[in-house]
């Protein structure tokens, strides 16, 4: 399997009060009380490098993501951050997974095919092109799109993705939301016909269906683990079933939060106030920012009001052991994260492409590269060959770096490329 | 009260069209919580024949018909082609809300279609000053506070169906979300989409009517109507939020009575 480290970029010093005095991390946060561009910039940093130790250390991609006014998430342009990545990785067997550029927040969306191409050609190739939906938080409340509009925007910017990438001659867009009379493409990607896409989800099933429809990778990005996944990952795998598609393990992605220590108790010891700090502050959002009215389609807001399933658990009663419990994070010692991820993720959830978040809050940068270093030495190696056994082809995958990455790659990790 | 269904935009758009009463034309164009008939709509209906059509998407039986629609001129010819199909060669319009908004729109692009025109709370316009609250974005569970004076009332109940039979409850809740969301189609994010271009095209008499405590749209929104229509009257109402046609139905009515009368 494919095993990529995710990196979100928060704020690692939020106070300690913040849930208390404020109303939400995303959207409305204050800048001026809360952060200061100088410590800012040492997070970017940390972030880029945390990253780039990860593509060091063995892991096969290395994933950053675009969330905007949001102070547990704020790379607004993940774009720049692969750009640095893609660079400083030439040479090593490390895929730019990009989770990605928002279309239906990129005017027009066509700025999305041109940056991912340019990656793809700066990286030689290994870029993972992750096409998100967005959040209604980033795409109403911050950048001022019609609920209403935001599924079919999306849609429509990604069939003109999809087009601009391949179409050997220039063409006109006539859409009904985007109207471009001469689409020519410059760069255009190397990988072909066009770079592995993902399609990150939150389990709606007209995702499931869209992304079966289109061939992607369906990317579970989920920060409630794997246990509370089951249920919606098996509605994906009926729809595959369903479609009469194969059920390649490679067709899905699932995002993990993993803290690795010495012990079951010294990963407490390290991580508890972390993991706490990351769902007590990070994830505190006025639930009505998640949906605004007409953002979920009627079928799916009937469903949604009639059924209690999809209800989250209010995170901030629970403490390090609930979540650890429950799955929200898998952490403990080496041993015990590998059987978990094995069970709970690997075949519980039939996935593939798994990324793991391993900086978790307010973890700090020395403790960051610790855990990732674990990880990569302890936990990562006996995960690599799970799924070898089915013959399946990673589809998913730049091709170039399907069969690679069993040794370290850190030696070509920096060099340039020819 | 009868009801009928008209299809307008080539046959894809329905709307649902409640009415009562005898006398002139009235049309009453509902607010982003959808159309309940009330006791105000009744009290009217003793005046004047009442139609009170539902906005596109807003009627449970079509809800994907607002989907045809791109924009507010979509919309603007939807009511064209709907007062036509009435046979509506000049009527008193009275809106609240978002349908206040509408029937200016409407009031600015056919004059002659309007023989009279007031609007309750409407919307339209932007202060940076004095922030129309975006009701979207609100908890649910405090939508009522900001819209009612009194959010436990009688009318605040029909508006919002917090009742027993939990059912109901949640279909309400259905069919409220998709009001609000149909309706903020045309004025997202912010509810001002150009009609002081248009504003001056109004040829009516009209007159604002404004609940003192309006805690949505702050009553100091009523300058920017009566600045730009000419002898544009406000009456405010006090005892009342952001819907004075439902917290003092009689109050309301007979301002209109009286206005449309003159």
């Not at chain 1, 020519?184 to 079966?212: C, E, K, M, Y």
């Not at chain 1, 803290?259 to 502050?281: I, L």
């Not at chain 2, 009332?153 to 029909?158: G, I, K, Q, T, V």
Request: with cysteine; proline share 6%; charged share 25%.
């Amino acid at each position: 399997m494919k095993i990529s480290a995710f990196h979100l970029m928060p704020h690692r010093e939020l106070p300690d009060d913040f849930e208390k005095r404020y109303e939400s991390v995303w959207v409305t946060p204050p800048w001026w009380e809360l952060a200061d561009a100088e410590r800012v910039g040492q997070y970017y940093n940390w972030t880029l490098d945390e990253l780039l130790f990860a593509a060091r250390a063995g892991f096969d991609g290395v994933c950053t993501n675009e969330h905007h006014q949001n102070a547990y998430g704020f790379m607004p342009s993940p774009n720049i951050m692969g750009a640095v990545l893609a660079k400083a990785t030439n040479g090593s067997h490390v895929a730019i997974v990009q989770m990605g550029a928002t279309l239906p927040t990129s005017n027009p969306p066509i700025r999305v095919a041109e940056e991912y191409a340019m990656l793809d050609c700066i990286s030689g190739g290994r870029l993972v092109a992750g096409l998100p939906l967005g959040s209604a938080m980033d795409v109403n409340l911050c950048y001022g799109i019609t609920p209403m509009e935001h599924r079919e925007r999306y849609r429509e910017a990604f069939a003109l993705t999809l087009k601009a990438w391949q179409a050997r001659e220039l063409f006109a867009w006539n859409g009904r939301y985007y109207q471009l009379a001469n689409v020519n493409l410059w760069p255009r990607p190397i990988q072909q016909p066009h770079p592995p896409v993902w399609v990150p989800g939150s389990g709606s099933i007209s995702t499931f269906d869209f992304a079966v429809d289109n061939d992607v990778c369906y990317c579970f990005l989920s920060y409630s683990g794997a246990k509370a996944a089951k249920t919606m990952m098996q509605g994906y795998w009926d729809v595959v079933a369903k479609k009469g598609r194969e059920t390649n393990p490679y067709r899905a992605g699932f995002l993990q939060l993993v803290a690795v220590g010495e012990t079951d108790a010294a990963a407490e010891a390290k991580y508890a106030r972390h993991v706490e700090y990351f769902y007590h502050k990070c994830l505190h959002w006025p639930i009505q920012f998640l949906s605004p009215p007409g953002n979920q389609d009627y079928k799916s807001l009937v469903a949604a009001a009639k059924s209690n399933i999809r209800r989250a658990e209010d995170t901030k009663s629970l403490r390090y052991r609930d979540f650890v419990e429950k799955g929200y994070v898998i952490a403990g010692s080496a041993a015990t994260v590998r059987d978990r991820i094995k069970e709970e993720v690997v075949k519980g959830l039939r996935v593939g492409n798994l990324m793991v978040l391993l900086q978790i809050g307010s973890m700090p940068h020395d403790l960051t590269l610790e855990n990732m270093d674990r990880f990569a030495r302890e936990v990562l190696p006996s995960l690599r060959g799970e799924w070898d056994d089915g013959g399946w082809v990673n589809h998913w995958w730049p091709e170039r770096l399907r069969g690679a990455a069993t040794a370290r790659t850190a030696a070509a990790v920096g060099a340039g490329r020819a | 009260m009868s009801e009928r269904t008209i299809a307008v935009w080539d046959g894809k758009v329905r709307i649902r069209v409640r009415s009562s009463g005898a006398g002139p034309a009235l049309v009453f164009l509902h607010g982003p919580w959808g159309l309940t008939w009330d006791p105000f709509l009744d009290e009217l209906a003793k005046s004047f024949t009442v139609l009170a059509p539902e906005h596109p998407g807003t009627t449970p039986e079509t809800p994907d018909d607002v989907h045809q629609l791109d924009n507010l001129w979509d919309l603007v010819l939807c009511y064209d082609e709907l007062f036509q199909a009435l046979g509506l060669e000049s009527a008193a319009l009275v809106g609240h809300a978002f349908g206040g908004m509408l029937a200016c729109e409407l009031a600015a692009a056919y004059p002659s279609r309007v023989r009279r025109l007031a609007l309750i709370a409407p919307l339209g316009f932007w202060r940076d000053a004095d922030r129309v609250v975006n009701w979207m974005m609100l908890d649910p569970a405090r939508l009522p506070d900001y819209v009612f004076r009194d959010p436990k009332s009688e009318a605040a109940r029909r508006m919002f169906g917090t009742g027993d039979d939990p059912d109901a409850a949640t279909m309400a809740r259905v069919r409220l979300a998709w009001a609000m969301g149909a309706t903020g189609k045309f004025i997202w994010p912010i509810p001002d989409k150009g009609l002081k271009k248009r504003i001056h095209r109004v040829a009516a008499p009209t007159l604002l009517i404004w609940g003192k405590e309006d805690r949505l749209v702050p009553p100091v929104y009523a300058d920017e109507f009566t600045r730009r229509i000419a002898g544009a009257r406000v009456q405010t109402v006090d005892g009342a939020g952001h819907v004075p046609h439902l917290e003092r139905p009689d109050v309301v009515a007979r301002m209109l009575k009286e206005f449309v009368a003159e």
